[in-house]
């Protein structure tokens, strides 16, 4: 016996360069060394035939949201209290995928911020977690168009209308406890203009936010879809770019010089473009986002070569994007369309990813010093991908040392009244349509 908590015998380790064969050993939640024949521990498990792999990071799921299928059900038919509640079933689902660590950069209420605390005080089991707040947004607005108000706050969104208003609601923020300031650079305006979306803060409102946000130790986090919001967002500070698609010249010249993390988020529009037929996209719809991974897959993999690091994150939270489902989809992605290799992409989704976590070098990684936060896998991820999404491939789940339950979750699940958006149904019951199905 020795002074270690747990030691995993015989393991096929996945480590950034290549795989070894070692035991792993595990102290005070940490990894603690690696190497032959390591001495026994209170608990041994042998994971011979088995992978050992950091536990996956998702840099960007929506653990408040609940899986709507529309902009109207998340704003309209969530409410805070049941949605926490919900929230707290959700995220043992990211365990039993194998998932670790995940970022929540905005959601209903504070509901991130109270779900982050529930776990680390041991109320729930989850993964590790960093939290946004409410999403700033002018009164331009995100992506929900006319759903969201001129002022004030709504589902996930705080408008903010002058300098005042960002710098308060900042502040508000990181007093209430917030690991990151999300803010929605882009939106979607009729009649605009433009590749992407809408640049809908001025370069000077990025400076201010992002000011007030690092004066108070907080990194800021920007939703970016298209060239100059990138550019000015990088311009200005911020310290990791969503989406970051369209970028030009200047926007990945931008980015690279300061080698910001970038999370492309490529699984939600990949969803629609593969799988969007059966769920009843239009055809548009789903050719809008094929276009979208196509024309933003070259400039990320120049990013990329640059030195900029691309981090796994999967938009999960959404119908398309259900909870326990998707976590590996991005790492499939980044290897099909962005040209990466199985170990780069196992890197962006763990190691690299630990920035989004705000745990830069301090989890991520089977190395010694790291939190033990582990899996262990049947199958090969480093030949393919795919089998860390298949069900029954995570054998074990380790968080600071710790087992996590990856049995079924009980009860099944229903949704409470008027929790999905009801509709009459799926077409115009034009009269003409009924009366020549009478004839
Ligand atoms: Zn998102």
Redesign the pocket.
Same mark, same amino acid.
């Given at each position: 016996m020795s002074d270690l908590d747990l030691v995993i015998r015989n393991a096929t380790v996945v480590t950034a360069e290549a795989t070894r064969r070692c035991d792993v050993g595990v102290r005070a939640g940490k990894i603690a060394a690696l190497g032959d024949a390591l001495p026994g521990a209170a608990r041994t498990i042998d994971a011979r035939q088995k992978l050992v792999l950091p536990g996956g990071i998702d840099a *960007?799921c *929506?653990i408040s949201f609940d899986e709507p299928s529309s902009n109207d059900e998340l704003f309209f038919h969530r409410r805070e209290g049941l949605a926490a509640i919900i929230a707290a079933r959700n995220v043992q689902k990211l365990l039993r995928a194998g998932v670790t660590g995940f970022m929540d950069?905005d959601s209903l209420g504070e509901i991130g911020i109270d779900l982050r605390d529930a776990i680390e005080a041991g109320i729930i089991h989850g993964p590790r977690m960093s939290a946004g707040g409410n999403a700033l947004l002018t009164s331009v607005g995100g992506t929900a168009g006319r759903l969201l108000p001129d002022e004030g706050r709504r589902g996930y969104g705080k408008i903010v209308r002058s300098p005042d208003e960002i710098v308060a609601e900042v502040r508000r923020q990181v007093k209430n406890g917030v690991d990151w300031i999300k803010v929605h650079v882009t939106g979607l305006a009729p009649r605009m203009q433009c590749t992407g979306e809408l640049q809908v803060w001025s370069y000077d409102e990025l400076r201010l936010v992002a000011n007030a946000a690092h004066d108070l130790g907080t990194p800021v986090v920007g939703h970016c879809r298209g060239a100059s919001s990138i550019r000015d967002a990088a311009r200005a500070g911020f310290d990791l770019i969503?989406h970051a698609t369209y970028m030009d010249d200047e926007a990945l010249e931008a980015v690279a010089e300061r080698s910001i993390p970038i999370v492309p988020t490529f699984t939600f529009q990949a969803n629609l473009a593969d799988y969007g037929e059966e769920i009843g996209a239009s055809p548009s719809l789903r050719e809008l986002f094929k276009r979208e991974i196509a024309d933003s897959a070259v400039m990320l993999r120049r990013a990329f070569d640059a030195g900029v690091p691309l981090l796994c994150g999967t938009?999960s939270g959404f119908s398309i994007t259900p909870y326990g489902e998707w976590h590996y989809r991005e790492l499939e992605v980044f290897v099909k369309d962005i040209g990466l290799t199985p170990l780069q992409a196992i890197k962006a989704a763990t190691s690299d990813n630990a920035v989004a976590l705000r745990l830069e070098g301090e989890t991520g990684a089977i190395e010694a010093g790291r939190l033990a936060d582990i899996i262990v896998v049947d199958g090969d991820p480093v030949v393919d991908v795919t089998v860390l999404g298949e069900t029954g491939r995570i054998r074990q789940v380790y968080i600071g040392g710790v087992a996590q339950p990856i049995d079924p979750i009980t009860p099944e699940r229903g949704d409470p009244p008027g929790w999905r958006v009801g509709h009459y149904g799926d077409r115009i019951l034009n009269y003409d349509f009924v009366r020549r199905r009478n004839n």
């Open positions: *960007h *929506h950069p969503l938009e």
